[in-house]
């Protein structure tokens, strides 16, 4: 299994970033997939969460409205577009295996870090 995440960067405030994450090594077409973070010094947060068919995705409500997540599943891909991007989206952004439910303990990848900042 593996999960790699893509598309951190440092970004104004105001600005917008896409996130991607490659998976490979499990039925990605059959997974619901889930994108958590963790701030500086602080413990890790769930962000949002799609099923299998990408249908129903459900979002923190810091993030409803401004963030989107999708997925390829002919490309086995994960994504996470971030629109109007202020301080406290700052911290790193993991891809998980995981649903709402378990999002606490499901695998992640390494991380990409995001960084909003004048």
């Known amino acids: 299994v593996q999960l790699v995440e893509t598309g951190g960067a440092l970004v104004q405030p105001g600005g917008s970033l896409r996130l991607s994450c490659a998976a490979s090594?499990?039925?990605?077409?059959?997974?619901?997939m889930t994108w958590v973070r963790q701030a500086p010094g602080k413990g890790l947060e769930w962000v949002s969460t799609?099923?299998?068919?990408?249908?129903?995705?459900d979002y923190r409500n810091s993030v409803r409205g401004r963030f989107t997540i999708s997925r390829d599943n002919a490309l086995n891909m994960l994504y996470l577009q971030m629109n109007n991007l202020h301080g406290g989206d700052t911290a790193v952004y993991y891809c998980?295996?995981?649903?709402?439910?378990?999002?606490?303990?499901?695998?992640r990848g390494q991380g990409t870090q995001v960084t909003v900042s004048a």
């Open positions: 090594g499990f039925s990605f077409e059959t997974t619901t």
């Open positions: 799609i099923d299998s068919l990408g249908l129903s995705p």
């Open positions: 998980s295996i995981a649903s709402r439910a378990d999002w606490i303990t499901g695998y």
